[in-house]
């Protein structure tokens, strides 16, 4: 069973920064795909950013130019650079990973951007 551990969240003012890490328990290498997805109370989980195996990045139209994602083969984990972050970024953010069989998520971890 493959476990993913993420780190990085915490409390930030607006136009801030953080980066949330996610460490995973396998080889990265092994992963289809990788990704950054939120949940704002009362709303559904959105993704935020994707990376492919290949390095394709895919982002949400509203972190386009602020966050970046990519990923550390070495270290087994993928990374969420997240820049001018504002109110509305405020969520707890998952990471997920897909291999060719199943889905693995990680317990999520709170951003609070205060204004």
């Known amino acids: 069973q493959v476990q993913l551990v993420e780190s990085g969240g915490g409390l930030v003012q607006a136009g801030g920064s953080l980066r949330l890490s996610c460490a995973a328990s396998t080889s990265i290498f092994d992963m289809n795909a990788m990704g950054w997805y939120r949940q704002a109370p009362g709303k559904q989980r959105e993704v935020v950013a994707t990376i492919t195996r290949s390095g394709r990045t895919n982002y949400a139209d509203s972190v386009k130019g602020r966050f970046t994602i990519s990923g550390d083969n070495a270290k087994n984990t993928v990374y969420l650079q997240m820049n001018s972050l504002k109110p509305e970024d405020t969520a707890v953010y998952y990471c997920?990973?897909?291999?060719?069989?199943?889905?693995?998520w990680g317990q999520g971890t709170q951003v609070t951007v205060s204004s």
């Open positions: 997920k990973m897909s291999d060719w069989l199943h889905d693995y």
